[in-house]
């Protein structure tokens, strides 16, 4: 248990599909993520909130749409996916210290397929 | 972009040394770390580097050399549960985190 909580663990949706994916941590901290993770290739970061804003778009698609609400709670809209966004998606969270190692903890991902 | 390298796979012998290498070019540093993760689970916090030198921490030690973009994650007295993927991340100038591609080890009785 990481204290990163994601859900659903693994969701099957059509390419006209509206679904949300879901993270709530209970660590206490004030940044959180969005990463995907496809077979055989490297983490690749989304999205970055800190202190519920969003302060990273890394050049994603605008069929996914973040939410935070709150410090504790992050949500992945997705709508009118295509089959190569089928992977892991991984949410993490970590402190904001300007100086520390802010280390960032993920939760055991939502497994999406599209079909 | 970053460029982070590290092994595919590795494959060792239980109750053996295991050592995985990562080299990295990276627009600024600010930290190393390594993540451990079984399959279908969540990637765990393994070790933070961000001076040079070796950091210890029980069976995993983890080395840097900024100078060379060089870390290695070393695992001694291997079990059967340390058959996982070992990840090697880099924060770079901005903060941000990028990840290698990951290196699977599998130990064998």
């Known amino acids: 248990e990481t204290g990163v909580t994601q859900t659903p663990r693994h969701l099957v949706m059509g390419m006209t599909n509206k679904k949300s994916l879901k993270c709530e941590q209970h660590?206490?901290?004030?940044?959180m993520y969005w990463y995907k993770q496809s077979a055989k290739k490297p983490l690749e970061l989304m999205f970055v909130?800190?202190?519920?804003?969003?302060?990273e778009n890394n050049s994603v698609p605008s069929r996914f749409s973040p939410e935070c609400p709150n410090s504790s709670h992050l949500f992945l809209h997705l709508h009118t996916l295509q089959p190569e966004d089928s992977a892991l998606y991984l949410c993490?969270?970590?402190?904001?210290?300007?100086?520390?190692?802010?280390?960032?903890?993920f939760g055991a991902g939502t497994r999406l397929s599209v079909l | 972009g970053q460029n982070i390298d590290q092994p595919t796979e590795m494959t060792a012998t239980e109750g053996a040394i295991v050592q995985i290498n990562c080299t990295y070019q990276?627009?600024?540093?600010?930290?190393l770390f390594w993540y451990q993760q079984h399959a279908g689970e969540a990637p765990t916090f393994l070790s933070y580097?961000?001076?040079?030198g070796l950091e210890e921490k029980g069976r995993f030690s983890s080395f840097l050399s900024r100078s060379k973009g060089y870390s290695y994650l070393l695992l001694k007295e291997l079990q059967m549960k340390d058959s996982a993927s070992y990840l090697c991340?880099?924060?770079?100038?901005?903060?941000?985190?990028?990840f290698g591609a990951g290196t699977t080890v599998t130990v064998r009785a």
């Open positions: 990276t627009s600024g540093f600010n930290g």
């Open positions: 993490a969270s970590s402190p904001s210290d300007g100086n520390g190692a802010n280390i960032q903890y």
């Open positions: 580097n961000v001076l040079d």
């Open positions: 660590l206490g901290h004030n940044a």
């Open positions: 991340a880099v924060r770079d100038s901005e903060y941000k985190l990028s």
């Open positions: 909130y800190n202190f519920k804003e969003q302060t």
